[in-house]
């Protein structure tokens, strides 16, 4: 997984504001709790979609075939 780091970025109408940071670059910006929650979430995230690709279907992935009709294929 990634790297998330929370800056301090400044004050906003007497609130301070936080960026969450990945590589550098801002993915997120709120109040310190918020950012907490948003790091949670998205890690979340982040394990589930792992997690998703492990397993395998429970439904066989069918292959759908359709048939041209003879006056449908000679339009081609």
Partial sequence: MDQLDIRFYGNWQG????????DGRAIFTGTKGECGRY????????????????????????VKRYRLGSKAAASF
């Fill in 39 to 62: 790091m949670r979430l998205h890690q979340e995230k982040q394990i589930r979609a792992l997690g998703a690709h492990s397993t395998p279907r429970r439904r066989k992935v069918f």
């Fill in 15 to 22: 609130m301070k504001i936080y960026r969450v940071l990945r």
